[in-house]
């Protein structure tokens, strides 16, 4: 075992995990205490792999550093020193031994993989007595300087706090002494001791001390800044759009220094067991001869595909195929690894699960079930929701593109298609987009501080960079078309242009551009798109089929049309969980018929009263009536088109039509409009003009979403539900007459009481009653109500009695519950209250908590007088893949959702049966 497994520890707790020697304190298993990056360590070094001796201090070190006010636990630095001794009796090296130098990089590392969003310090441990040190073992003067101006230059932008540029300057002046195009390999010894010397005075001006020389003053430095790092902006932004918890802390890993900066037999490089863009079982990757790690991911230089590393050094690349294959098949997944070759000798510096696109990811799964490496049910869970999604999105136009002004073509890096107007700052990106932008940001090459712009963008473009680089992997992480390493483009961030070296073409900001991740190509204006075909992805239509038979939850549709309807049911939806009839009213000739009707619908109501009573009626009370029941007639006949023509699209299915919603004042022109153009009129304004304002006048209420709508409008305005009502079942006679199989599911909106939804029955049932004699047909159909107001949760076992079934409208459950206007909160403060995490989440897009306790009260309480009580959710929540998780547990029926989420939902439902299971395993 490592030297510090045998040795007391200082700190109350254990905060150090070494490996070294063959052996390691940690395994694979422990990524919550050691992240990803050191549990990859421990378990390559317990498997017998090449890796350098080092240590983890863990991530319950770091939680306890900031829970202490950013101090070290108490004895963690004594026990950072033993194991820094352990690591120099591995190596047979010295910490700060000017002969025999022990250089270390310090390296963040957290359960969830984050590329690029916290930080690294190389060749910790250089000072002036050490780089000689340096230099006399390797006999190589030029690498023992440009490992020292690398380290002052890294510590004193991580560390320190110096500004990139300030470093980058005085080092790209060097290579442009040397030539157009020079790379930093053309830097002579004396080109690095200049800048060393630059680099220090630099660091001395910028943070106002010298530039540290004491090694463990580094150490201690670097490890604070690298705990430090997990709470930066970059990372913060990179949690939040990745839903990561905030308090899981991260890991150091103290990583004894192999250099690949040592000469043409040296080199460094990532790579991938299988290609993360398409999922080809082939080698994908790249490196560097005579570089550093951060070389290949900073795209500094253009690296070479590791196919090449074949040809270059045979025997560290087949050693590096046999180990990339040990690893896949220990992990059951595609490894992203990477290495450094020192003098020919290979070694493994990370291994862990390899971020993919949504093509590659579904590949990969069902080659690997077909391979007999996972199961079925592994596939499904390791489909993210959101890649699904990311299939199903827009490509651009085939026809458009022939003719496009194509301005270059670099890497495909990450598939999909992005049009937006050109920005070259992050932050620019992030401005733009607040006021309603669409953006492609633009750079030379991305680095982590630019991920808050990335992840806003539509797309990104980069000059520099390969398939490895950060731009490269961080879009294919959040689903961003990127083209990276376009190395004809010429990107002026001064003038705030691009343009083609090659063709002249170029594009200033706000300038429209096009970005095909799919194929590297990058063109001026805004192509068309068309939308993505379901029935040309097979791959993704076998791994859904493998959800189907894991998950419970059917998966239902919010669908208006007939169109949407087949849409929805081609991707695989059981049903409607809503439609919405009064979307029905607003087409075309309809609205003036509604408009129409509500005008006399209260003189009409009144007089029919009269009426029933026998009263005898005034010749404009007949003329009220007269022409509401035209308009009612007209409207009549209109939906029950509408209805058959969605129940027989959805023959065999049910179809959840919800009866008139919202208040009868949002089919009238608004208030202040129709005030100003009668104001304005003045005598010339027309008696409908003024009637119109009059009627608007009388239906202004203060607060209509909680005022005249859903039941509560059907029983002051009986007429509309009836009419409904009669059409939607003489539609189902007429689609089984058609030879088919209706299924009407009549919903009730709005109830907060029994009595409303009793009152309500009582009207729509005669009417069904009615329609079924006259037709003389056996109709399947069912009465049930909308629960979306909180006080029918509380009352759900008297509402079952008269409703065969219940479907959530989580939205205004939301609204109600919280006391948030959906439209006034998600516009201003909601925001505001999830980044200042008042709020873990919106509300509105994801189940709160405490309003998933009231549908599990409701569906309890319902199901207590009605056992075969019928439950489905139909809010904008039915397709949110975490809120369909709260719906398994809950135990509804199904989630409804738009057509293009039913893919997602098929998914996610299966997902949550695998989670609840394994929960219930432990």
Same mark, same amino acid.
């Given at each position: 075992?490592?030297?510090?497994?045998?040795?007391?520890?200082?700190?109350?707790?254990?905060?150090?995990?070494?490996?070294?020697?063959?052996?390691?304190?940690?395994?694979?298993?422990?990524?919550?205490?050691?992240?990803?990056?050191?549990?990859?360590?421990?378990?390559?070094?317990?498997?017998?792999?090449?890796?350098?001796?080092?240590?983890?201090?863990?991530?319950?070190?770091?939680?306890?550093?900031?829970?202490?006010?950013?101090?070290?636990?108490?004895?963690?630095?004594?026990?950072?020193?033993?194991?820094?001794?352990?690591?120099?009796?591995?190596?047979?090296?010295?910490?700060?031994?000017?002969?025999?130098?022990?250089?270390?990089?310090?390296?963040?590392?957290?359960?969830?993989?984050?590329?690029?969003?916290?930080?690294?310090?190389?060749?910790?441990?250089?000072?002036?007595?050490?780089?000689?040190?340096?230099?006399?073992?390797?006999?190589?003067?030029?690498?023992?300087?440009?490992?020292?101006?690398?380290?002052?230059?890294?510590?004193?932008?991580?560390?320190?706090?110096?500004?990139?540029?300030?470093?980058?300057?005085?080092?790209?002046?060097?290579?442009?002494?040397?030539?157009?195009?020079?790379?930093?390999?053309?830097?002579?010894?004396?080109?690095?001791?200049?800048?060393?010397?630059?680099?220090?005075?630099?660091?001395?001006?910028?943070?106002?001390?010298?530039?540290?020389?004491?090694?463990?003053?580094?150490?201690?430095?670097?490890?604070?800044?690298?705990?430090?790092?997990?709470?930066?902006?970059?990372?913060?932004?990179?949690?939040?759009?990745?839903?990561?918890?905030?308090?899981?802390?991260?890991?150091?890993?103290?990583?004894?220094?192999?250099?690949?900066?040592?000469?043409?037999?040296?080199?460094?490089?990532?790579?991938?067991?299988?290609?993360?863009?398409?999922?080809?079982?082939?080698?994908?990757?790249?490196?560097?001869?005579?570089?550093?790690?951060?070389?290949?991911?900073?795209?500094?230089?253009?690296?070479?595909?590791?196919?090449?590393?074949?040809?270059?050094?045979?025997?560290?690349?087949?050693?590096?195929?046999?180990?990339?294959?040990?690893?896949?098949?220990?992990?059951?997944?595609?490894?992203?690894?990477?290495?450094?070759?020192?003098?020919?000798?290979?070694?493994?510096?990370?291994?862990?699960?390899?971020?993919?696109?949504?093509?590659? $990811? *579904?590949?990969? !799964?069902?080659?690997? &079930? %077909?391979?007999?490496?996972?199961?079925?049910?592994?596939?499904?869970? @390791?489909? +993210?929701?959101?890649?699904?999604?990311?299939?199903?999105?827009?490509?651009?136009?085939?026809?458009?593109?022939?003719?496009?002004?194509?301005?270059?073509?670099?890497?495909?890096?990450?598939?999909?298609?992005?049009?937006?107007? $050109? *920005?070259?700052? !992050?932050?620019?990106? &992030? %401005?733009?987009?607040?006021?309603?932008?669409?953006?492609?940001?633009? @750079?030379? +090459?991305?680095?982590?501080?630019?991920?808050?712009?990335?992840?806003?963008?539509?797309?990104?473009?980069?000059?520099?960079?390969?398939?490895?680089?950060?731009?490269?992997?961080?879009?294919?992480?959040?689903?961003?078309?990127?083209?990276?390493?376009? !190395?004809?483009?010429? &990107?002026?961030?001064?003038?705030?242009?691009?343009?083609?070296?090659?063709?002249?073409?170029?594009?200033?900001?706000?300038?429209?551009?096009?970005?095909?991740?799919?194929?590297?190509?990058?063109?001026?204006?805004?192509?068309?798109?068309?939308?993505?075909?379901?029935?040309?992805?097979?791959?993704?239509?076998?791994?859904?089929?493998?959800?189907?038979?894991?998950?419970?939850?059917?998966?239902?549709?919010?669908?208006?049309?007939?169109?949407?309807?087949?849409?929805?049911?081609?991707?695989?939806?059981?049903?409607?969980?809503?439609?919405?009839?009064?979307?029905?009213?607003?087409?075309?000739?309809?609205?003036?018929?509604?408009?129409?009707?509500?005008?006399?619908?209260?003189?009409?109501?009144?007089?029919?009263?009269?009426?029933?009573?026998?009263?005898?009626?005034?010749?404009?009370?007949?003329?009220?009536?007269?022409?509401?029941?035209?308009?009612?007639?007209?409207?009549?006949?209109?939906?029950?088109?509408?209805?058959?023509?969605?129940?027989?699209?959805?023959?065999?299915?049910?179809?959840?039509?919800?009866?008139?919603?919202?208040?009868?004042?949002?089919?009238?022109?608004?208030?202040?409009?129709?005030?100003?153009?009668?104001?304005?009129?003045?005598?010339?304004?027309?008696?409908?003009?003024?009637?119109?304002?009059?009627?608007?006048?009388?239906?202004?209420?203060?607060?209509?979403?909680?005022?005249?709508?859903?039941?509560?409008?059907?029983?002051?305005?009986?007429?509309?539900?009836?009419?409904?009502?009669?059409?939607?079942?003489?539609?189902?006679?007429?689609?089984?007459?058609?030879?088919?199989?209706?299924?009407?599911?009549?919903?009730?909106?709005?109830?907060?009481?029994?009595?409303?939804?009793?009152?309500?029955?009582?009207?729509?049932?005669?009417?069904?009653?009615?329609?079924?004699?006259?037709?003389?047909?056996?109709?399947?159909?069912?009465?049930?109500?909308?629960?979306?107001?909180?006080?029918?949760?509380?009352?759900?076992?008297?509402?079952?009695?008269?409703?065969?079934?219940?479907?959530?409208?989580?939205?205004?459950?939301?609204?109600?519950?919280?006391?948030?206007?959906?439209?006034?909160?998600?516009?201003?403060?909601?925001?505001?209250?999830?980044?200042?995490?008042?709020?873990?989440?919106?509300?509105?897009?994801?189940?709160?908590?405490?309003?998933?306790?009231?549908?599990?009260?409701?569906?309890?309480?319902?199901?207590?007088?009605?056992?075969?009580?019928?439950?489905?959710?139909?809010?904008?929540?039915?397709?949110?893949?975490?809120?369909?998780?709260?719906?398994?547990?809950?135990?509804?029926?199904?989630?409804?959702?738009?057509?293009?989420?039913?893919?997602?939902?098929?998914?996610?439902?299966?997902?949550?049966?695998?989670?609840?299971?394994?929960?219930?395993?432990?």
């Amino acid at each position: 075992m490592p030297e510090s497994a045998t040795r007391a520890h200082k700190a109350a707790k254990r905060y150090i995990y070494a490996w070294g020697n063959g052996e390691a304190e940690g395994n694979g298993k422990m990524k919550d205490l050691l992240g990803g990056k050191g549990a990859g360590l421990a378990e390559m070094t317990n498997a017998g792999l090449p890796t350098p001796p080092g240590f983890t201090i863990t991530t319950e070190a770091c939680n306890d550093y900031f829970a202490a006010g950013k101090q070290l636990p108490t004895g963690l630095w004594d026990d950072v020193l033993e194991a820094v001794k352990a690591v120099e009796a591995s190596t047979g090296k010295g910490f700060g031994d000017p002969k025999n130098p022990l250089l270390v990089s310090v390296r963040s590392g957290a359960k969830f993989s984050m590329p690029g969003m916290m930080d690294t310090v190389l060749n910790l441990g250089l000072n002036e007595g050490t780089l000689q040190g340096l230099v006399a073992l390797t006999g190589n003067e030029r690498f023992g300087w440009d490992a020292y101006r690398r380290f002052i230059q890294m510590f004193g932008r991580i560390v320190l706090d110096v500004k990139a540029e300030r470093f980058d300057e005085p080092l790209e002046a060097r290579k442009k002494a040397h030539g157009e195009g020079a790379k930093d390999t053309d830097l002579t010894v004396e080109d690095l001791k200049a800048l060393v010397t630059e680099f220090k005075e630099i660091v001395a001006e910028d943070a106002g001390r010298e530039f540290p020389a004491d090694p463990n003053e580094q150490l201690d430095l670097a490890i604070k800044a690298v705990f430090a790092s997990w709470f930066g902006k970059r990372a913060n932004d990179y949690r939040n759009s990745q839903k990561i918890a905030h308090d899981l802390g991260t890991a150091v890993n103290v990583v004894t220094m192999v250099f690949g900066n040592m000469g043409n037999d040296s080199g460094t490089g990532v790579a991938f067991t299988r290609d993360p863009n398409t999922g080809e079982k082939a080698l994908y990757g790249e490196y560097l001869v005579n570089a550093q790690g951060e070389d290949v991911v900073a795209g500094i230089r253009t690296p070479e595909k590791i196919s090449h590393l074949a040809d270059e050094m045979p025997e560290a690349y087949a050693e590096f195929q046999r180990i990339a294959t040990q690893l896949e098949n220990h992990y059951r997944n595609v490894q992203d690894l990477e290495f450094t070759i020192e003098r020919g000798r290979l070694y493994m510096l990370q291994t862990r699960d390899a971020k993919r696109t949504a093509a590659a $990811a *579904v590949k990969i !799964a069902c080659d690997m &079930v %077909e391979d007999g490496v996972i199961t079925k049910a592994e596939a499904v869970a @390791r489909i +993210e929701p959101a890649q699904v999604d990311q299939l199903l999105r827009d490509q651009f136009d085939p026809i458009a593109r022939k003719v496009a002004n194509r301005i270059a073509k670099g890497l495909n890096a990450s598939p999909g298609a992005a049009v937006g107007r $050109a *920005v070259f700052n !992050a932050d620019v990106a &992030v %401005e733009w987009v607040a006021r309603g932008e669409k953006v492609v940001l633009v @750079r030379v +090459e991305t680095s982590p501080d630019d991920f808050h712009g990335m992840a806003v963008a539509q797309g990104i473009l980069t000059a520099r960079g390969g398939a490895t680089s950060h731009a490269a992997v961080v879009a294919r992480q959040i689903g961003k078309p990127c083209v990276a390493g376009c !190395a004809e483009l010429v &990107v002026d961030y001064g003038t705030k242009t691009a343009k083609s070296s090659d063709s002249g073409i170029g594009f200033a900001e706000g300038d429209w551009i096009s970005v095909d991740g799919s194929t590297g190509e990058v063109f001026v204006g805004a192509l068309p798109t068309v939308s993505a075909r379901f029935e040309d992805q097979p791959e993704l239509q076998k791994i859904l089929g493998w959800a189907d038979e894991i998950r419970r939850l059917q998966i239902w549709t919010n669908a208006d049309k007939p169109e949407e309807a087949a849409q929805a049911r081609g991707y695989g939806a059981q049903g409607i969980g809503l439609c919405r009839t009064e979307h029905m009213f607003r087409e075309g000739e309809r609205l003036e018929i509604v408009r129409g009707a509500i005008l006399v619908a209260n003189a009409a109501t009144r007089a029919k009263v009269k009426m029933a009573a026998g009263e005898a009626l005034t010749a404009d009370e007949a003329e009220a009536v007269a022409t509401f029941d035209e308009a009612m007639g007209k409207l009549e006949v209109l939906q029950q088109g509408d209805f058959e023509g969605i129940l027989a699209a959805m023959s065999g299915l049910p179809v959840v039509i919800r009866l008139i919603d919202p208040p009868l004042h949002e089919f009238l022109p608004n208030l202040e409009e129709q005030l100003v153009k009668v104001t304005k009129a003045g005598d010339a304004a027309t008696e409908e003009d003024k009637e119109l304002l009059a009627t608007i006048k009388s239906m202004h209420e203060q607060n209509p979403m909680l005022g005249l709508r859903g039941c509560r409008l059907g029983l002051m305005i009986p007429d509309f539900v009836k009419i409904q009502t009669r059409a939607i079942l003489n539609a189902a006679v007429a689609v089984k007459r058609a030879g088919k199989d209706p299924r009407p599911e009549i919903m009730i909106p709005l109830v907060g009481h029994v009595n409303e939804l009793i009152a309500t029955r009582a009207l729509l049932d005669a009417e069904a009653e009615a329609v079924v004699a006259k037709a003389g047909e056996e109709i399947d159909f069912k009465f049930g109500t909308m629960i979306e107001i909180p006080r029918a949760c509380w009352v759900a076992d008297e509402i079952a009695k008269h409703a065969e079934f219940f479907s959530f409208g989580t939205n205004d459950l939301t609204q109600m519950t919280f006391g948030y206007s959906r439209d006034d909160a998600e516009g201003g403060f909601l925001l505001k209250y999830v980044e200042d995490r008042i709020l873990p989440e919106n509300p509105f897009q994801t189940l709160d908590e405490v309003i998933a306790a009231e549908m599990r009260m409701a569906v309890e309480k319902g199901r207590s007088t009605r056992p075969d009580l019928e439950v489905g959710i139909c809010g904008e929540h039915g397709g949110d893949p975490a809120s369909i998780h709260k719906c398994e547990a809950i135990g509804l029926n199904y989630v409804s959702c738009s057509p293009f989420r039913v893919p997602v939902a098929r998914l996610a439902a299966a997902q949550a049966v695998l989670v609840h299971a394994a929960e219930n395993d432990k």
